[in-house]
């Protein structure tokens, strides 16, 4: 036989083994192999049937080769058993034999509830938990035998959080997984429902759900500090008002606390003690609560001072209360106190216009030696405008800037800030008694008179129980607000505010309130009345229903308003 006769003969002979060995019956347990593979091959293979593991298909030989030339297989060698070998390539020759596949089962823990915890537990600092989920039972590599756990989500407290969560457990792996929902600690504990979906296969997902625990911040208790207005060691002038007769004025101190933290008595400050000396002491009363307490981020606080006016003399004395904090010496605060005789002219707060010019008015503050004062009328082209003015009063003189604005907050709108514009001038106010004045300005001369607006004819007291009229806000909303009046049953409001176009534009509502503290009405837009300078001409309400308005007064200066897209804002009676 020639050379070249042999060398054909050996490659028959080689073919001819290769195929013997490739179509081998396999005397391995395939069901056997697959739980073998899944615990020992699967993490780096992957599935029986890829390019690198189907070499070794019912080949023992071939896998036990592998095992002694591959240096991260060389492990198995005293793992796996010769039966092992022929189990576990049978089974690659065969991966859909040895009986149905199965997806794993899953444990959790923990399995109902989770408290979270973290290395801090200051306000605002964040905690933790871990669930482990850990598989076991599967046979198989397919989606057959698959277990999924995803899908998860958090209700309940705001500031619990969850990254996404997709676990996939295939046969008999038994690696387990974690995931770590979270919070953002806040004062008082918190609340939330974590819900996952489990699938085994193709069967319906199942919810997996725990209570999660977000436990409360280890508050720090610091006191506010208090600011006051007028700021202690200032002069309180009391005032007239139209519920009072000519012999009497009032006052009031406000107390912002600002910043703080906590809860109780050691987190608190208070004001108390409060007396009235000097000669004029037994003019002066005072109608406020023995003792005011201040809480972090509360609400205002206030001393209440009256006054029995004499005929011609202005009645002097002085208030001292006791500011305390706990573990702190008690500060004593001191105000003089100026009660203006009845010759005195003191403006009177309170709605003012001119009975021949009706569509138009003015509401005027006098508070402390200073008016606030917003006038409400139309731009040359009819739609509705107004302005502010706010400057110390001179006995019976006022005098301010007409400062305008523009940009800001809508009724139902988000928050903007408003910016000033261009002032078209000054405004003058001189008064010849509480309740009558004489208006100059760009547009000329006005006279004005308060509005009596329950019968156009006398202005009333406000029933009993009635909140303080004056300027009102949301303090975190600032560049809008609203001038309240009261009138035995009858209330009288305007907003000013800003149109969608960020222009200026006022909403005016009155009615009877339904008690004292409870007032449910609609706002009115008005437009095309007189515009500064301009001759009259009688105002038209071309909106009767711009919206729904609610005001619920909780006391005297403080109410919550429902607007009419349904959101409530906080309301107080601003300091000025």
Known sequence: MTVASKTFAAAILAVVLSLLSASATAVGDIARGRTLYAAQCQSCHGGPTNSVTIRCANNATCLTSAINSVTSMRFLASILSTQDREDITAYIGNPNGGGAETPPTLSYTPSTNLSLSGPSGDLGASASGSIIVTPAGGIGTTAAATTRFDQCSITGGSSFAISSVNMSFVGATTTALLFTPSCIRTSTQQLGTLKCKETRASAAAVDRSWQLVCPAAAVVNTPP??????????????????????????????????????????????????????????????????????????????????????????????????????????????????????????????????????????????????????????????????????????????????????????????????????????????????????????????????????????????????????????????????????????????????????????????????????????WLLLANGQAMGAPYKPAQTINANAGSLKIDFSDRRNAVMTLPDGRTIPLTRQPQ
Do not use: H
Not at 438 to 466: C, E, I
């Open 225 to 522: 500090e208090l600011s006051y207005l007028p700021a202690a060691g200032d002069k309180v002038l009391l005032t007239t008002s139209p519920s009072l007769s000519n012999s009497q004025a009032t006052a009031f101190i406000a107390i912002d606390p600002i910043g703080g933290a906590g809860v109780g008595s050691s987190a608190n400050k208070t004001l108390g003690e409060c007396a009235i000396s000097g000669a004029d002491a037994s003019a002066f009363s005072l109608a406020t609560a023995a003792e005011v307490v201040l809480r972090p981020e509360g609400q205002n606080g206030y001393v209440d001072v009256g006054c029995v006016r004499a005929d011609s003399l202005v009645r002097t004395a002085t208030l001292a209360c006791i500011e305390r904090t706990a573990g702190v010496s008690p500060i004593s605060k001191t105000w003089p106190l100026s009660c203006p005789s009845k010759a005195q002219i003191v403006p009177q707060t309170g709605w003012y216009w001119n009975a021949a010019e009706g569509g138009r008015g003015y509401f005027i503050e006098n508070r402390n030696g200073s008016i606030f004062m917003g006038a409400f009328l139309y731009t040359p082209q009819g739609p509705a405008w107004w302005f502010v003015g706010n400057a110390p009063v001179s006995g019976p003189d006022f005098s301010s800037p007409m400062y305008t604005l523009q940009g800001g907050q809508s009724l139902t709108g988000a928050f903007k800030t408003a910016t000033l514009t261009a002032s078209p001038g000054t405004v003058q106010l001189k008064f010849a008694t509480d309740s009558t004045a004489t208006m100059t300005w760009p547009g000329g001369t006005v006279n004005l008179v308060r509005f009596p607006f329950t019968d156009l004819t006398t202005v009333k007291a406000p029933q009993a129980g009635a909140p303080e009229p004056g300027w009102w806000w949301n303090e975190r909303e600032s560049g809008r607000g609203f001038s309240i009046g009261f009138e035995e049953k009858l209330i009288f409001i305007c907003g000013f505010m800003y149109d969608d176009a960020g222009e200026p534009t006022w909403y005016v509502s009155t009615g009877a309130m339904s008690t004292p503290s409870l007032y449910e009405g609609q």
